[in-house]
Structures are given as C-alpha cells and as structure tokens.
C-alpha cells in the first residue's frame, strides 16, 4: 500500500491551497482516511479525517470553518482544502488511512508534503 501527497508548497497569509492523497496497491477500501500534520518541535496533530460510507467528518478545531476534507472513493483519494491559511498552519502534512480489521486498526502514512505559509 502507498500513500502519496501533493499540493504543498509556499503560500501566503490568506491563500488557499489543497493537498491530495491517493492511495495504491491496496485491496481494499480504507474505513478512515485523513490528514495529520507536524509542525516544527510539535507533536503530530489530527487536522481532518473522513469516514468512509457515512463520510462523518472529524476536524481539529483550530482549522474548523477553514479546512475542508473530502474523499472520491473512485479514485482512492482523499483531499484536503486549505482556505485562509495561517502562519500558524505551516508544518508537514502527512495522509493517513485507517483500515479496521478484526477490531484492529491499521494505520498507513504518506511520506509527508510541506505546506509553508507567509505573514
């Protein structure tokens, strides 16, 4: 299974970017799929995940009315809509995707897209 992202990259204060993650090699449909970010001497941070079926929604606070998250299951690919960026929101976002299997949760990550905001 692969994960990989694109759509980073440096942006102002007030910009908007969106962040794609497609999934590949996986037999399967991924039950969660989201995205994390790090941000420099900061822990991991959930930013939004997307239930598949459903499609509830989860999504950190500090992004709430900003962020959007989708996902097209046709296409394995889950992305993330940045509006109104932040200097704030500058870090590493990384995709993930969750598969639950036997009450066990999977967990697969993309190596990672810089998003770098300027004031």
């Known amino acids: 299974v692969q994960l990989v992202e694109s759509g980073g990259g440096l942006a102002q204060a007030g910009d908007s970017l969106r962040l794609s993650c497609t999934a590949s090699g996986a037999p399967f449909r991924f039950n969660v799929m989201g995205w994390y970010r790090q941000a420099p001497g900061k822990e991991r941070e959930l930013v939004a995940a997307?239930?598949?079926?459903?499609?509830?929604?989860n999504i950190a606070d500090s992004v709430n009315g900003r962020f959007t998250i989708s996902r097209d299951n046709a296409k394995d690919t889950v992305y993330l809509q940045m509006n109104n960026l932040k200097p704030e929101d500058a870090a590493v976002y990384y995709c993930n995707a969750r598969r639950l299997v036997d009450l066990r949760w999977s967990d697969y990550w993309g190596p990672g897209t810089q998003v770098t905001v300027a004031s």
């Open positions: 997307i239930v598949d079926g459903g499609g509830s929604v």
